[in-house]
């Protein structure tokens, strides 16, 4: 199996900045992708960013400019960096892992247990 551990969640003020970690361990040969989602009351979870084994990135438009995220593969670690955060990005953000299980035959698709964000004054 594939655990996920989320950190870094908590409440800041408008156009502050949070950096989300998430660790993935257990059975793991290889991660293809790691990402950030959220979920606000009453939405549904939405993409906040992708990153790929090619260090490419993926941003959902409202983040665009203002999150980063990165990976320390030696690590099996995700960030998301989030700058100028606005009251509209409270949610619950969530992590998600892709790749290989070590262990056993085929792929794993794996979710933290999420971090809240609350962005408010």
């Known amino acids: 199996q594939v655990q996920l551990v989320e950190s870094g969640g908590g409440l800041v003020q408008p156009g502050g900045s949070l950096r989300l970690s998430c660790a993935a361990s257990?059975?793991?040969?290889?991660?293809?992708?790691m990402g950030w989602y959220r979920q606000s009351a009453g939405n549904q979870r939405e993409l906040v960013a992708t990153?790929?084994?090619?260090?490419?990135?993926n941003y959902a438009d409202p983040v665009k400019g203002r999150f980063t995220i990165s990976r320390d593969n030696a690590k099996n670690t995700v960030y998301l960096q989030m700058n100028s955060l606005k009251p509209e990005d409270t949610a619950v953000y969530y992590c998600n892992v892709e790749g290989e299980y070590r262990d056993y035959p085929g792929h794993f698709g794996s979710w933290g247990q999420g971090t809240q964000v609350t962005v408010s004054s």
């Open positions: 257990g059975s793991i040969f290889s991660i293809k992708v």
């Open positions: 990153i790929n084994n090619d260090d490419i990135p």
